[in-house]
């Protein structure tokens, strides 16, 4: 009974899988490395991990390879505005200069 609202949910709406193994498969690399980061060495470290992270993450998601994407964006973002950065994120990206 506390997940009737769910199954209804997902009942209603068929294109709503019924579990989430694919998010799981997706984040347990990083759940597996979550000691190893443990002592990032300060808090601010531990922030630009993460965002690392994601960026790889979100490259992978979009179909990129995470290498190739990094060193084009790495690459781009010194001479890049701050009007063009939303162009460099995974899902805007183009490999095109």
């Known amino acids: ?6 199954l209804k949910r997902y009942l209603d709406d068929g ?10 498969n997706q984040i347990r690399p990083w759940a597996l ?14 922030q630009r991990a993460a965002n690392v992270m994601t960026l790889i993450q979100s490259a992978k998601m979009n179909g990129l390879d995470p290498h190739r994407y990094l060193k084009a964006v790495l690459g781009r973002l010194p001479t890049a505005r701050h009007s063009d950065l939303d162009g460099l994120l995974p899902h805007n990206w183009s490999s095109q200069v």
């Open 1 to 6: 009974m506390k997940r009737w609202l769910a």
């Open 33 to 46: 490395g979550r000691k190893n980061w443990l002592f990032a060495g300060s808090l601010r470290s531990g």
């Open 15 to 24: 294109s709503i899988p019924i579990d989430n193994n694919w998010v799981e």
